[in-house]
Each structure stands twice: as structure tokens, then as C-alpha cells.
């Protein structure tokens, strides 16, 4: 190991234009590629779950809090899409701070449904704008716990 690690050294000094030239090609290709192809790497796959979470303004009181995520809540449970979901206001979990809520959202099966999960989303998205005070935002959920769009 360390033999190749003193060829591969001399190499690069020996020859110090070129590993130059050669690392801002690799430099430009990166960029290039980053530009090309879209920023979701992981597509976003419909598996029946979407994720979201609610934020208000520091300092917020537990009350005021659980007025919003209940509020949530509701839109949440007109949907038509939406089978069940579990909702949480307040510090908890990773979060040390009391403006947070969460839901985890169960949609119906896909032959159930007209839309897929990122069409619901965008379907709740204009509607959870409307609570004052707070901003919503939702994620369709990936396999192994990976967060889609």
C-alpha cells in the first residue's frame, strides 16, 4: 500500500500540469452532469404514505400550537385520498422546540385512489397556505425512510 501510495505521489508531481488539467476537466464534467440531469436523483415512488410538518413561530404556546396542527388535521381528513394518519405538536422526538407539529399520513390503496401521492400533495399544498401564522409543508416517503419531493 505504501508503495503504490509513493508511485501514485511521484506520479502527480512529476507530472503537475496534467493532474491540474485532468482535475478541472473532472471538475467541469461534475458540473455538467449536475446541470443535465434532474435534482430528484431518488424518483419518487408512490407507496402510499406522505409526511408533513407543521411550523409557527418561536415562542409559540402549547395551545396556539395545537390549534394549527388540529387545523391541519382537518384538512388533512377531508381529503378523500387519505385513509388514517398520526399527528404530534410540540417538542418531541429530534425537536427541542415547541413550534413543530407532524403527521404521518396513510393513504388509501392506489386502486383506490385517483391520485398519486405527489399529486396529493399538491392538491393540499394551496390549501394548508391558508392557516395563518404557520407555514405546512408535505413529502412523499420513500422506501428505507428516504424523504422524496
Known amino acids: 500500500m505504501l508503495h503504490a501510495y509513493r508511485w501514485s505521489l511521484r506520479l502527480v508531481l512529476n507530472h503537475r500540469l496534467a493532474t491540474i488539467i485532468v482535475s478541472?476537466?473532472?471538475f467541469i464534467?461534475?458540473?455538467l452532469l449536475f446541470m443535465t440531469f434532474s435534482y430528484g436523483f431518488l424518483p419518487s415512488e408512490d407507496i402510499g404514505q406522505i409526511f408533513g410538518f407543521t411550523e409557527a413561530a418561536q415562542g409559540i404556546s402549547f395551545e396556539s400550537m395545537k390549534k394549527h396542527q388540529l387545523t391541519v388535521m382537518e384538512i388533512v381528513r377531508?381529503?378523500?385520498n387519505v385513509d388514517s394518519f398520526v399527528s404530534t405538536a410540540g417538542a418531541g422526538g429530534p425537536s427541542l422546540t415547541g413550534n413543530l407539529g407532524r403527521i404521518f399520513v396513510n393513504l388509501k390503496p392506489r386502486s383506490q385512489r385517483k391520485?398519486?401521492?405527489?399529486?396529493?400533495?399538491q392538491e393540499l399544498r394551496?390549501?394548508?397556505a391558508k392557516i395563518p401564522e404557520s407555514r405546512s409543508s408535505f413529502k412523499t416517503l420513500l422506501p428505507f425512510g428516504l424523504e422524496g419531493s
Not at 391520485?115 to 400533495?121: H, K, P, Q, R, T
Open 24 to 26: 478541472n476537466l473532472i
Open 29 to 31: 464534467v461534475t458540473v
Open 78 to 80: 377531508q381529503d378523500p
Open 115 to 121: 391520485l398519486n401521492a405527489d399529486e396529493i400533495i
Open 126 to 128: 394551496p390549501k394548508l
